[in-house]
Nanobody, 116 residues
Framework: QVQLVESGGRLVQAGASLRLSCVASGSIFSINTMGWYRQAPGKERELVASITSGGRSDYADSVKGRFTISRDNTKNTVYLQMNNLRPEDTAVYYC??????????WGKGTLVTVSS
């Protein structure tokens, strides 16, 4: 089992920046992909960004140029730096840990609210 704990979400104004963190603990595998998903009210959960243990990252088109995902493998932590936040970024942000073969773990989420 892998436990994921997110932090950093809060209420901010449009144009502000936030950094989310997610710490993984438990049965950590050296090869994995960690990512951030988000779910806005009334919408499906969507991928925001992901990063492999080797450092390869991927982003949703809606956040490219504004968000940056990074990780510290020594701390089993993944970060999401969010700049120039928009009201449409308002959502619960979930951390995801994927070690393949259908083994995926989720955090409980952290709420980001962006006011206009």
């Amino acid at each position: 089992q892998v436990q994921l704990v997110e932090s950093g979400g809060r209420l901010v104004q449009a144009g502000a920046s936030l950094r989310l963190s997610c710490v993984a603990s438990g049965s950590i595998f050296s090869i994995n992909t960690m990512g951030w998903y988000r779910q806005a009210p009334g919408k499906e959960r969507e991928l925001v960004a992901s990063i492999t243990s080797g450092g390869r990252s991927d982003y949703a088109d809606s956040v490219k140029g504004r968000f940056t995902i990074s990780r510290d493998n020594t701390k089993n932590t993944v970060y999401l730096q969010m700049n120039n936040l928009r009201p449409e970024d308002t959502a619960v942000y979930y951390c995801n840990y994927n070690i393949g073969l259908g083994r995926v773990y989720w955090g409980k989420g952290t709420l980001v609210t962006v006011s206009s």
